[in-house]
């Protein structure tokens, strides 16, 4: 019963971590079914989010704002922060490439990125600035079956829920409203959905606000895990294989993806790690991305490419 | 006025495929050569401006060759045959510590076979060499998944093979020779009877290779191979109906890309660098050559020399401008100021010219021609 | 135009078809994608030497007729026979190394190469120096290169295209395009060569100049064509026999006239009155 009580704990944990992935991977999501922009800035706008929100936070309680007061108007400071970023973007970056192929806006992702990362340090500093929104202890369960029992790390869950709460969100969002009717038009083809009327540089700035927000969100979860700092820049990377094996275009897909990779590398670090010389996890989730890609080359989620001439 | 072609007419297929049909292009480049083999050592001897010091060579030009020659290896790959890589700085480590691996002796007991393989320790030149083609030979097997796995996707196979290699040379102690340190030093660079030892004499080293490998790489872009590249790159269906093999242009691309980048990776190990670890290599490195790439102009011999220029000289230049105007600055924030400048310089090149700097060279050289008239 | 021996070696040979005999035949073919049915039971052959006509109404399967010809579909079922040959499976590389070349519908040329470049990829099939001549260039690659670039000089000037050989395909107007990508095809000098629409979208003069080049192709370069063609007045004057499909399915199969009278050609295309 050890065994199986710490395979389930390794599990349970490696699943919950997934879904701190999948946070990450879903911004990515929102702005490549919206705009067919793969956006790398998307680990920038993270450490963007989360400078804006630790520091505003802690001026405020630094001049004696109650703790509840200084929770909301932080974030709704980090919030505008986020929607001038989309509006910028929109506006210096996107707009004028709005007709070239996909790579041209992938590299002008990249561009952004740089300034992203180089001026959110300039003006909220570059320190490592930690966040304590969430209990960061552990639950102790089970421990009537396994020995010991199974430790879950509650800001783990915490982060669970809002992903769950957030891709509800998103799907109701996507399938119902106009909006997200004229985003996904927009991701088809961006010169035909100009054509039918549909305000490209509008619906664009909505999906970079939107895709800003998740990334608070999902920096107000790794802020309190990791600190704010520069290199929670980095999550961006491992976005990428939750999102190969979800798939670039499917919200639940990018849970499962973020599920897979979580559990997959926590598995294999414990498991394998140790027989080839540990460090694994640094790679893992990118072999079992190509692994999956070998398989079905549009990830388990995305969608068939049928090549017609 | 300069610049007409009137009068250069070409009499054979030959002449009109030269890599530079217009005369006054052969001489500028006769010039250029003779500048940078003869030109350069000479007044580097002698300590003329700009050689007061070997900054200039030590620090500018032997990284530009080098990382030219990196460059001119990824755009082979994404340029001329439409693959995007994110982990060139795998094969540059591949290239790397096969050739040191090679130049120490290999010993490899294959305990399970109950055979072992030993090679005795080999010269500079065939290490390098060697040292490229264990890139190609992994080039090859990364290069196997883009026969199904296309675009952005391929990507991630690629930052598969840059995180994995990341891993193996820190963690298998085989390829650093068991140092504790996990850092290794180049041998002494002798390479057919000379001795490579001073800045001036590596950068001569560093100017051959460049000038061999990009001469060949030309003759191979404008020829048949390249043909097939570009087809497979422009429209890969077509391109197959036409008996184009996708299986042999994207492997063999795959593989002559991958040999350059390794070749370039060793000698930035042994001629730039001298003592090195896996960090120098990392995913910055790829990123640092995908930039070089792009800004330079995908598809581009000359662009892959424009674009590691420009990556390589901003940084230094935007370092030395606040100490140039007096402007007190502290290093940190330099530095966070060249990353937002540079990515703001990406973003409006790619909006002006997204073919980057060559096709910018190109268009001036259109309006040279014109000189002085307007149209 | 004179035929130029330099263009023209060893057509016979091998699996070498007569003139007037089958060269290509397809039976009980059928195609689906998915729940669609893109060809049903489709049987008819071309012969040697002549002008094949496929037409039909939009959505017919025409196109789908001609990938399966290629190699780029494989039909559920049906037996496709090419120079007396079954091919049960043809890919598109072994379709193009046994003689058969094509244009589509929407040009599609490699955007980012000259003219010139354009249609030398044509030659790949016919190159045998390996990557280390290339990479040397000057001895047999040249040598290789230079042959090859004269008998592209020979297809540039027959499509009066050398005025532009040099500009970037992407950069041509449509009609240009579109002879430049029969330059490409004729290049690989097949024995059937496939033609989806290449008058689409042309002036009456472009067209005459198409026509041109179709007949001299048949007629100079020993070539056998199959035709997708909508313009009636083209298929009716340059084709030899034609087949007509509708839904997927053959209507009708015979001379121009036979088929131009054909009730139930007739009906497929103007609708039938309820």
Redesign the interface.
Known sequence: MLLAGQVLEVLLGGLLSGVLYSLVALGFVLIFKASGVFNFAQGAMVLLAGLALVRCLDFLTHHEFPAWAAVLLALAFAAAIMALTAYLVERFVLGPLVNQDGLTLFMATIGATFVLEGASQMIFGSDVYPLRLFPTDAWIIGDNVFPGGILINKLDVWGGLIAGVLVAGLAIFFQNTKTGRALRAVADDHAAAQSVGIPISWIWFVVWLVAGLVALVAATVWGTKLGVQFSITFLALKALPVLIIGGFTSVPGAIVGGLMVGAGEKLAEIYLGPHIGGGIEYWFAYVLALLVLLIRPQGLFGERIIERI | MLYREAGQFKSSYAADMAIFPIRQDRIALLLLLAFAYIGVPLLAEFNLWPFRSDYLLRAILIPFLILALGSIGLNILMGYCGQISLGTGAFMAIGAYSAYKFTTGVHLPLAWIGEEISIPALSVLPSILLGGLMAALVGILFGIPSLRIKGLYLAVATLAAQFFFDWVFIRVKWFTNYTPSGSVAAPELKILGLTFSTPTERYLLCLAFVTVFALMTKNLVRGNLGRQWMAIRDMDIAAELMGIRPLYAKLSAFAISSFVVGVAGALWAFVYLGAWEPLAFNIDRSFQLLFMVIIGGLGSILGSFLGAAFILILPIALDQVPHALGIPVTVETVSLLVLIITGALICCLLIVEPLGFARLWSIAKEKLRLWPYPY | MKADVELRPGRAGRNAVAPGEVLLSLEHVSLSFGGVKALRDVSFDIRKGEIRAIIGPNGAGKTSML?VI???YHPQEGVITFKGKRRHDMR??L???QGI??T???V??????STL?NI??????K?R?G?LA????WGP??RE??RH??AV?HIIDFLEIAHIRKVPVGKLPYGLQKRVELG?ALA?EPELLLLDEPMAGMNLEEKQDMSRFILTVKDTFDTTIALIEHDMGVVMDLSDRVVVLDYGRKIADGSPAAVQNDQAVIEAYLGVAH
């Not at chain 3, 599609?108 to 190469?113: D, H, I, V």
């Not at chain 3, 290339?134 to 260039?137: E, I, P, Y």
């Open positions: 990938n290629n190699g780029f598109p590389h379709a193009a190394s070349a094509r589509f519908q929407n599609a040329l490699f955007k980012g190469m470049d030398m990829t044509g030659r790949t099939l190159m120096r990557i290339h990479m040397l260039h690659a040249q290169e230079i670039r004269e000089e490409r690989m």
